[in-house]
């Protein structure tokens, strides 16, 4: 659980600081002149607006960055092109392994 907090808090962090500074200056450039009132519905708006944004890039690059789990990398044969092999996909045995190489006697033959 303390792992998924720590991978929350940074784009949580970067997010609230990036709303900060796009709402500041949205307010003050929004403003038009130092005599007219700072615009805060527009610096909330955009504030709003940079921290959702922020946050789901952050999150969509934190999904893409998760390496695979120690077993997917193993070789299962899953991926494995038939059309290499001599006589296709029919002739493995239960663990993927090619089941000769057609100098064995008839009884090795699987068809």
């Known amino acids: 659980m303390s792992s998924q907090v720590k991978g929350v808090k940074g784009p949580l962090i970067f997010s609230a600081v990036l709303a900060a500074i ?3 200056a949205t307010m003050v450039f929004a403003t038009g002149g130092g005599t007219r009132e700072l615009r ?3 610096g909330l708006t955009a504030a709003g607006i940079a921290f959702i944004a922020s946050l789901v890039i952050s999150a969509l690059l934190l ?3 998760k390496p695979n789990a120690e077993h997917l990398g193993k070789g299962t044969g899953v991926n494995r ?4 092999m001599k006589r296709g996909a ?3 045995d239960e663990h993927g392994n ?4 057609g100098q064995g006697t008839p009884s ?3 068809r």
């Open 63 to 65: 999904m893409t960055e």
């Open 108 to 110: 090795e033959d699987p």
């Open 22 to 24: 796009a709402g500041a």
């Open 98 to 101: 090619p089941r000769g190489t």
């Open 90 to 92: 029919a002739n493995l």
């Open 40 to 42: 805060i519905d527009l």
């Open 81 to 84: 092109s038939s059309a290499k």
